[in-house]
């Protein structure tokens, strides 16, 4: 049975059993918090659970190193949107020790979509179309300067309302264990 058959097979006997009356709720986050975190698999859980918050808190954002890479990219856009049309006051940034997007080489990527057929032709296009692949597929030097990093962007927006608090933290994958590396309450005084 392939991944998808196997979904579909189960969201079926889910619906039928009618398991998402455990989860409804509405679109507005009871805790009025952003969670701007990292798609890591080990966070899945480990992070609601660690941060005590289940369906319905909170609105929570997974991208590559919970990096807020361009300020006017779809991160922001969606850290505005829960802002302004969903009632969040606060915004956590949340990376994690033992990140990924620690010393990504966008070399190796690049080497990997050759391998897997995207033509050099292609890439020179995109260069040539100004796409700064380098700078795009760029990781970080240090999870703690890009949570700091991810921070100050979204501090800063001009479209960001100043009684909007943001903090930043550093999780361990392991233990669920948080660092506050930026504490939102204090910047805003």
Request: glycine share 8%; proline share 3%; net charge neutral.
């Amino acid at each position: 049975m392939s991944l998808l058959q196997d979904i579909l097979s189960h969201n079926e006997a889910f619906v039928a059993a009618k398991e998402y009356a455990n989860y409804l709720t509405d679109r507005f986050p009871n805790k009025k918090m952003v969670v701007l975190t990292c798609m890591d698999t080990r966070l899945v859980e480990l992070l609601p659970r660690a941060m005590n918050f289940g369906q319905g808190d909170v609105k929570i954002i997974k991208i590559a190193g919970a990096q807020v890479s361009h300020p006017f990219g779809s991160a922001m856009r969606s850290i505005l949107v829960a802002v302004y049309e969903l009632g969040a006051t606060e915004v956590f940034v949340v990376g994690h020790h033992g990140c990924g997007m620690t010393g990504l080489s966008c070399d190796a990527i690049l080497q990997k979509a050759r391998d897997r057929g995207v033509s050099e032709k292609m890439l020179k296009t995109l260069a040539h179309a100004g796409i700064d692949l380098k700078n795009w597929l760029r990781g970080f030097d240090s999870v703690e300067g890009s949570v700091r990093g991810s921070v100050e962007i979204i501090r800063n927006h001009p479209l960001l309302p100043r009684d909007i608090v943001v903090h930043g933290l550093i999780m361990d994958p392991e233990t669920g264990s948080l660092n506050l590396l930026t504490d939102g309450y204090t910047a805003a005084s």
